[in-house]
């Protein structure tokens, strides 16, 4: 009896290698006078190993119980996929890449990287990469795929130091690839493609491309297989040298979008679309059933002949959002707990309360930048408009300009690993490194809904 067939064991391996089928063929299993007919998917390790995972027509994957007495039948053949130890390649009937295209995956977890446990219905955070690519066998057709699994955790668990392992891995590997793909949770997935803009800030040969998914790969909904194809339509053929995250661009599978890494947000907790550019346009349009992209904002960056890496985080920066009633308590905790640096969201142009103010200059004179950013995410801080921010600036602190929150606390990071001087911060802070900064704002960079 043979095993380790696209990961299915014993009697199912054996039925399945028996007729040829592989995951992607449409396949009828008949067992106990039931049929089901559907899609092979790839075995994940949380299923028993008498379980075939089926993807019915209405996009839901279910687990089959096969036994010695069950019969599996190909219906139709789907592209080829990876078998352990070969080498991911396409069907007889389909082309090559174009121009022999290399595209790595890097699996870091999250939602797009999960399976199902299919006696229980439980999510799991895991997924090799490799079977991500054999579950969407039509990224072949764009690119050949190399993948591997870096990390496996939760979004939320997302932390500096795993930034800084990412980065490392990327800059090995970048300038041998025509782009790479890291797959991550949608919930923090933000904040590390902007650690990795900055890191790459100088020069990146290839673009590094994000994305996720707001909804699992067994849900008719999932936009999974759709965010991943884009992804690899824009590692492959984008010009950019840039960092972007690429998802749903509306509430339909009809085109993704490429946002700047360091200019995106998570803007809905559920919807496909919820990945918006704040206050700039997206790079691009992506089309994945037609196999292109379309430019919509020239200010990218493009390729480098190499990739320059200055990676580094520090891991005692703070932010916090000023809220009503807020006490200097709060700041002057994280001044005596030895933080290198704060991050504020303020109100409107940044401003925060008046009883405030001490504690900034205290953290002036204890030598931790303050910045100052601000809540309502589009338009600018300003802090010379009213006196509250004049204030503030005489207390030091340092206008993060159209910069969102997250985004300034990952840059205010990565600055206080390179340097400490608060003169060196400030003009690091202020100084426009990976297009977090927009000098001019168009109108339609502010998103306006119409009631009739």
Partial sequence: METGYFGYQGIVADKLKGVGIRPGDKVLIRSRNKEVIGILMPKNEFSHPSIVIIKLNNGYNIGVKVSEDSIIKKLEKGLMTKHPGEPIKLAEEETLPPKDKKVLIIGTGGTIASRVEYETGAVKPYLDPEELSASVPEILRYSSIEAEELLSIFSEDMNPAYWELICKEISKKVDEFDGIVVAHGTDTMAYTASAVAFAFHKSLSSPIVF???????????????FNLISSVIMASMSPFGEVVVVMHGGIGDTYALAHRAT???KMHTSRRDAFQTINDKPLAKVFPFEGRYEIINESYREKAKESIAEIGFDKRVALIKYYPGMTSELVDFLIDKDYHGIVIEGTGFGHVANHLIKSLERAKESSIPVVATSQTLFGRVNLNVYNTGRKMLMAGVIPADDML????????SWILSKTRDMKEVKELMLRNLAGEINERHEINYYPRWYYG
Avoid: I, M, N
């Fill in 211 to 225: 994305t996720g998914s707001q909804r699992s790969s067994d849900r008719p909904s999932s936009d999974s297989y």
């Fill in 263 to 265: 200019k995106v947000r």
């Fill in 405 to 412: 929150p997250e985004v300034a606390y990952v840059k205010l």
